[in-house]
Nanobody
Framework: QVQLVESGGGSVQAGGSLRVSCVTS????????MGWFRQAPGKEREFVGC???????TYADSVKGRFSVARENLKNTVYLQMDSLLPEDTAVYYC????????????????WGQGTQVTVSS
């Protein structure tokens, strides 16, 4: 059974930083694109960023230059480093796993974590 577990969310003031992690069990992530999505109250889940098995990363325009995704295959872990956080970054952040090359649509991801809350206050 494949499980993804996020951690590291929390509350931070605008301009601050947070790093969230996602550990996968039940399958090695080395052959997958690992993605991050977020969902704010009353809004649809949106793509944040991803990193594919070749290490190529892709980001939504709203976070480009502020967020970065990294992976440690030996630890079966992917990270989302969030800098210069804004109140509009407040959401539940989800990691996900896809066999496709850098997909940005949620339906292209096969496995999902339960999410971790990130709250940014002004």
């Amino acid at each position: 059974q494949v499980q993804l577990v996020e951690s590291g969310g929390g509350s931070v003031q605008a301009g601050g930083s947070l790093r969230v992690s996602c550990v996968t069990s039940g399958r090695y992530i080395s052959a997958y694109t690992m993605g991050w999505f977020r969902q704010a109250p009353g809004k649809e889940r949106e793509f944040v960023g991803c990193i594919n098995w070749s290490g190529v990363d892709t980001y939504a325009d709203s976070v480009k230059g502020r967020f970065s995704v990294a992976r440690e295959n030996l630890k079966n872990t992917v990270y989302l480093q969030m800098d210069s956080l804004l109140p509009e970054d407040t959401a539940v952040y989800y990691c996900a796993m896809s066999p496709k090359w850098s997909p940005t649509r949620a339906l292209e991801y096969d496995y999902w974590g339960q999410g971790t809350q990130v709250t940014v206050s002004s």
